[in-house]
């Protein structure tokens, strides 16, 4: 609108200097009408700039690999143990993006977490073999805790694959096979892209996810409390019933082909089989809603504070469906039902990332050479809360602690007394202009969900957490001065997740104020 005002005036200046030229042939008149013809000119260039740039199509490319390993290996655990079987099977999903020359791509694992290195090796193969720029790939996990172990030994296979001296065994081994299938995902997913039309929208499935942190009568929060534990008093915080998503439909047809939901909430099921617990399930249920021809990606919602388990009701009275499936069968649900009201896009895809240095927890020599020795505790706390104080210091568990983040990845201080800084990779891509996509690191909490999408510029913001490092939890201000677990294995300093937060709605808006 402010381009066709100022068209417009320059319009009414070019004739009122062609009027004043003709009686005066004054050169001051006759630089007016060239600052305005050229003026004129801009302006239309830019319209018709972005009027090309809305009718251009968007084009999007799904695909799927399997990346399970095979039986024996060990679990996601500490200490780790080996898995007796494959209850339904982890797969790497691909969905790339393309309008014009702008590309970018998401990448969802059946993984309890991506380390840094994995995320790196992966963009930098992908962007050679398909051209998407490196910060314009996002790579995700599902967080099922039904999955391999890998964050330990893959630093060590990272560095052998940096240095060029990775092994036989490296070569024939999971990483080198986990790696490949990753990066194929979207390779293949680049190669087959088709035009598409997009509808957008936000179901509700209230009673599904619960806040897994109690406050109880002596005063203090517990995580996981138990089923109807008499000391709880009532949750610490809220949950959120959203289920966002995307349906994708070839141009011009009625059956949609592919599927993008968020929703907030940690597994569901447990054991020793390999399983990619409820997405899985979903996928079979939007089938059953929409056809077989439907691809279904999941992202995971921030839910570090959030399971499907309620403390104080009562179990479920059907039992005809395992947990795991009941769940599924309410988001499907939820997505059908919110159909009717979903928003039909007019596609605008933009695509931007930014690091930003968030500050990690330090720790006293006292408390470095505690962790690695068996000596009476630090603190009064349970011995659960023990072991993973040490787990966060310096013993390597199924996430990096203090000590191997300062030597890996976090950037020392610049001054003396300052505190380390870990890099945080945070995406943002614009679908249309309505709705978005976020994704960052860490399980976030619930809480910075909810701000994010009260704050943001795009009716349907959708935040997709554990993206492109394993940096733990990220809980909120409130949530330390609480403690218990989640504040307790946090890597970050307080007020982390509040500044990741406050860049992802600058993104936003810079997103929204874009042209097209």
């Not at 780790?80 to 393309?98: E, H, I, N």
């Not at 009941?326 to 007019?346: C, F, M, Q, Y």
């Not at 930014?354 to 020599?365: A, H, L, N, W």
């Not at 001065?481 to 982390?496: K, T």
Request: aromatic share 8%; proline share 7%.
């Amino acid at each position: 609108m402010k381009i066709k005002i100022l068209q417009i005036k320059c319009f009414n200046l070019f004739s009122a200097g062609i009027s004043a030229r003709t009686a005066s042939g004054s050169f001051l008149n006759q630089g007016i009408l060239l600052l305005c013809l050229g003026l004129l000119l801009l302006t239309t260039l830019i319209i018709t700039g972005c009027k090309d740039i809305e009718t251009i199509p968007l084009e999007i490319g799904t695909s799927k690999i399997e990346i399970t390993p095979p039986v024996g290996y060990p679990l996601y655990g500490y200490p780790p143990v080996k898995s007796t079987g494959v209850r339904d099977p982890l797969q790497a999903k691909a969905m790339v993006f393309r309008q014009g020359e702008i590309q970018g791509a998401l990448l969802v694992c059946d993984l309890l977490g991506i380390p840094r290195d994995l995320s790196r090796i992966v963009r930098e193969r992908v962007s050679m073999q398909t051209g998407i720029p490196f910060q314009n790939i996002s790579v995700s996990a599902t967080h099922t805790h039904t999955s391999p172990g890998i964050t330990r030994d893959f630093k060590e296979y990272a560095l052998r694959e940096s240095s060029g001296t990775l092994t036989e065994e490296d070569k024939e081994g999971y990483f080198t096979f986990l790696i490949d299938g990753m990066t194929e995902a979207i390779v293949s997913a680049s190669r087959n892209t088709m035009e598409v039309e997009m509808v957008s929208g936000i179901g509700n499935a209230p009673g599904l996810a619960f806040n897994r942190r109690y406050l109880m009568t002596d005063g203090r929060v517990r995580t996981n409390p138990g089923r109807l534990n008499p000391r709880i008093v009532g949750p610490a915080g809220p949950a959120d019933p959203d289920v966002h998503f995307v349906l994708f439909r070839p141009a011009g047809q009625t059956d949609f082909c592919a599927s993008l939901s968020v929703f907030a909430s940690h597994y569901v099921r447990g054991g020793t089989d390999f399983s990619a617990d409820y997405p899985f399930y979903l996928e079979e249920r939007l089938r059953d809603i929409f056809g077989e021809q439907i691809f279904s990606i999941f992202g995971l919602g921030a839910c570090g504070n959030i399971n499907t388990v309620d403390f104080l009701g009562s179990l479920p009275q059907d039992d005809s469906l395992p947990r795991v499936e009941r769940v599924a069968n309410d988001l499907a649900v939820a997505i059908r039902r919110a159909l009717p009201d979903a928003r039909n896009g007019s596609p605008a895809l933009s695509i931007i990332s930014r690091t930003v240095y968030i500050p990690i927890q330090d720790y006293t020599e006292e408390e470095l050479e505690w962790s690695k020795e068996e000596r009476e505790p630090l603190y009064p706390e349970r011995d659960f809360l023990q072991r993973r104080r040490r787990l966060k210091l310096s013993v390597w568990g199924v996430q990096p602690p203090l000590e191997m983040l300062r030597k890996y990845e976090a950037v020392p201080p610049s001054i003396s007394g300052d505190p380390w800084h870990l890099p945080v990779e945070i995406h943002a891509f614009k679908l249309d202009r309505g709705t978005a996509i976020v994704t960052m690191p860490g399980e976030l909490f619930v809480e910075f969900a909810l701000d994010l999408k009260q704050r943001s510029p795009f009716s349907n913001t959708m935040l997709i957490e554990l993206a492109n490092a394993d940096i733990a939890y990220v809980p909120t201000k409130q949530a330390f001065r609480e403690g218990d677990y989640e504040p307790l294995n946090s890597r970050l300093a307080p007020g982390s997740g509040e500044k990741m937060i406050d860049i992802a709605i600058e993104m936003l808006t810079e997103l929204k104020n874009l042209m097209h």
